[in-house]
């Protein structure tokens, strides 16, 4: 039997994918964030969800190891989209990718007298190419999470980080200074797999379309 395998990380993409799967007649058997399993069998013996960091969701689709997935425009940035087709922007699981500062350090001035910059990011390539394309002098501290705490203790001036409601940063002593890109989560689908599969996978691709339209 052909089977679809879709990857997706748990958390706020997992919860906003669940009503989009439901218009699809699609149910997981169970959550993510209840079961240790992996692999999420669905009311559909053909369907199956692959439970994955966000950051391994490209990869997987790259490779094969999934049909389809769904991430976030920041980590398909820091990706590269190689053997992928972005397919859709579902507008789900939205926020924005910010150069924040302690409230203390004056970012404009700084840039001003062309002062070398410290920024703390997990996101490497888009902050390289957004203090490139603005002129700005940065030095790249490569970290994998909690950003905010990097200029509290020197380690960093700035953080280019995710911000969605602002309450991490408010509660950091940090603000934003600059956006640098709007972020949703977006319908990937492995290039070989759309060509063999497509009879197949299509309905579901054209459901997800129809639910994200009226988010975007
Ligand atoms: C993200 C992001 C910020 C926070 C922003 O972290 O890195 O820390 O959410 O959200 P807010 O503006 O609503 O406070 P997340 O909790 O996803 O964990 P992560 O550090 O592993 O990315």
Redesign the pocket.
Known sequence: METITLALSK?RIFEETVPLLAAAGITPTCDPEASRQLIISTNLPHVRLLIVRATDVPTYVQYGGADLGIAGKDVLLEHGGEGLYQLLDLGIAR?RLCVAVPRTFDYAQAVRLGSRIRVATKYLKSARAHFAAKGVHVDLIKLY????LAPLVGLADAIV?????????RANGLVEVETIAAISSRLVVNQAALKVKRALLQPLIDVFEEKSRDRI
């Open positions: 958390g926020c999470g909690s950003m905010e980080d995710l911000v969605s409601t602002g309450a991490t940063l």
